[in-house]
């Protein structure tokens, strides 16, 4: 059973940097896109950044473009989110999410299943 777990969330200043990881469980990641989405308080959950299953596809929020990067590590069943020049906005809980169609979830950013713990990211001024 596919497991997905969040984590390297955390309180930096603005123009600061993380880097998020997403550890998979019970399935070979080398199958499925992968997508980080986040939602803040008050707001509904939205896409982030998502890569094909392959590596060699990437799709980004609009907001995000140029300040963050998505990369993955299939050999170990994980895929990164490097956060770069964090603004306030960027402030949210960061969920990642896998499927098996990369149009769905790096097209339509439409994710299927239970969603895991995320983790916080704040970002103050």
């Known amino acids: 059973q596919l497991q997905l777990a969040e984590s390297g969330g955390g309180s930096v200043q603005s123009g600061g940097s993380l880097r998020l990881s997403c550890a998979a469980t019970?399935?070979?990641?080398?199958?499925?896109?992968v997508g980080w989405f986040r939602q803040a308080p008050g707001k509904e959950r939205s896409g982030v950044a998502c890569?094909?299953?392959?590596?060699?596809?990437?799709n980004y929020a609009d907001s995000v473009k140029g300040r963050f990067t998505i990369s993955r590590d299939n050999a170990n069943n994980t895929v990164f989110l490097e956060m770069n020049s964090l603004k306030p906005e960027d402030t949210a809980v960061y969920y990642c999410a896998a499927s098996t169609s990369q149009y769905r979830l790096c097209v339509l950013w439409a994710a299927a299943g239970s969603w895991g713990q995320g983790t916080q990211v704040t970002v103050s001024s």
């Open positions: 019970g399935i070979n990641l080398d199958d499925y896109a």
């Open positions: 890569i094909h299953s392959s590596g060699r596809g990437t």
